[in-house]
C-alpha cells in the first residue's frame, strides 16, 4: 500500500468517524502475513468511547472499503480507543485531561531531566503545568519527545 492509498484511507476513516459522531485519533497500516491489518483509533471529547461507537465506525467503514475497493479483499479491520495509556498529542489534550497522572520524554533534558512524571495541571504559554509532590514542573511541550497518560489502579 502506498502513500496515496494510506492518505485516501485516512480520509475515509476521518469522514466515517465524523459521521458517528466521534474523531479519527490515530489509523496504522501494516502486512500480516498475506494481509493487511487496518488499526483505526477513534477517540470523542465528549467522554469514552463505547462498544457500540466502535462497531458502528467497524461496520461503516468496513461497508465503504469493500465499496471502493481501495485496499483489496484481504484486509483486518481492528477499531478500537486510544486506551487508558493514550498518547498526549497536543496541549489540547494535557488540559483535557488535568489532573491525570501522566508521563513525558523529553528530546532534550528540561531542567536537567530526560523524563518526568507528574499529575497535568494548567496549561498557559506553550507550557503544561506538571506536579510531582512537591515539585512543579513547567514542560513546554515543543520539547516533548513523547508522553502519555499513565493507568492508575
Known amino acids: 500500500m502506498d502513500m496515496t492509498q494510506v492518505g485516501q484511507l485516512r480520509q475515509l476513516a476521518e469522514a466515517v468517524a465524523k459521521d458517528n459522531f466521534v474523531e479519527l485519533f490515530d489509523l496504522t497500516v501494516r502486512p500480516q502475513g498475506k494481509k493487511l491489518t487496518v488499526s483505526v483509533a477513534i477517540d470523542k471529547k465528549s467522554g469514552k468511547i463505547t462498544v457500540e461507537e466502535c462497531a458502528a465506525v467497524s461496520m461503516e467503514l468496513e461497508?465503504?472499503?469493500?465499496?471502493?475497493?481501495?485496499?483489496?479483499?484481504?484486509?483486518?479491520?481492528?477499531?478500537?480507543?486510544?486506551?487508558?495509556?493514550?498518547?498526549?498529542r497536543h496541549l489540547e489534550d494535557c488540559q483535557r485531561f488535568s489532573g491525570?497522572?501522566?508521563?513525558?520524554?523529553?528530546?532534550?533534558?528540561?531542567?536537567g531531566m530526560i523524563t518526568f512524571r507528574g499529575r497535568l495541571?494548567?496549561?498557559?504559554?506553550?507550557?503544561?503545568?506538571?506536579?510531582?509532590?512537591?515539585?512543579t514542573l513547567w514542560v513546554p511541550f515543543k520539547a516533548v519527545k513523547r508522553s502519555n497518560l499513565v493507568v492508575e489502579i
Open 63 to 88: 461497508k465503504k472499503l469493500d465499496e471502493l475497493d481501495l485496499i483489496g479483499p484481504s484486509y483486518l479491520l481492528e477499531v478500537s480507543s486510544p486506551g487508558m495509556d493514550r498518547p498526549l
Open 121 to 135: 495541571g494548567e496549561v498557559k504559554d506553550g507550557s503544561v503545568e506538571v506536579v510531582d509532590g512537591k515539585r
Open 100 to 111: 491525570r497522572l501522566a508521563q513525558f520524554v523529553f528530546a532534550e533534558p528540561v531542567e
